[in-house]
């Protein structure tokens, strides 16, 4: 699978479950999207997903740069990530409200999941 087909899977689930985290991706189309990679938001030093592989960081990279967007990122509850079985970090601190301006001195993790973009987005 290619990067562009498992970024229109997501999309296509997303669109159809909304709220989706990456344990549900990870349930849904396999171990391939297990690694040891890590999705940073720069250059604010947040991480928003650890534990992927090449292919997932690369479909996101192209779901974030589409324009008009088919899926957002979105802030998730903490407990969602445990619950659908996520990969967290074991050591890093995780983000609390807004990073502060220039952002964080050592990277956070910030507890995200998928959803459809509204109507007419651009962010």
């Known amino acids: 699978m290619t990067p562009e087909e498992l970024a229109d899977r997501i999309a ?3 669109s159809r479950s ?3 985290s990456q344990g549900e991706l990870i349930n849904r189309f396999g171990d391939s999207l297990r690694g040891a990679t890590q999705v940073y938001l720069n250059p604010v030093n947040v991480v928003l997903f650890v534990g992927c592989s090449e292919l997932f960081a690369d479909a996101v ?3 974030q740069q589409e324009r ?3 899926v957002v990122i979105a802030p998730a ?3 969602v990530l445990f619950i659908d079985g996520c990969p967290v970090p074991a050591k890093m601190p ?3 409200g807004r990073p502060p ?3 964080y001195k050592r990277p956070r993790f910030a507890p995200v999941c998928f959803r459809p973009a509204p ?3 651009t962010p």
């Open 12 to 14: 296509d689930f997303v």
């Open 18 to 20: 909304d709220y989706v």
């Open 61 to 63: 990279c192209i779901l």
């Open 68 to 70: 008009p967007p088919r």
């Open 77 to 79: 509850h903490p407990m």
């Open 94 to 96: 995780w983000m609390k």
């Open 101 to 103: 301006k220039g952002g």
């Open 119 to 121: 109507e007419g987005t």
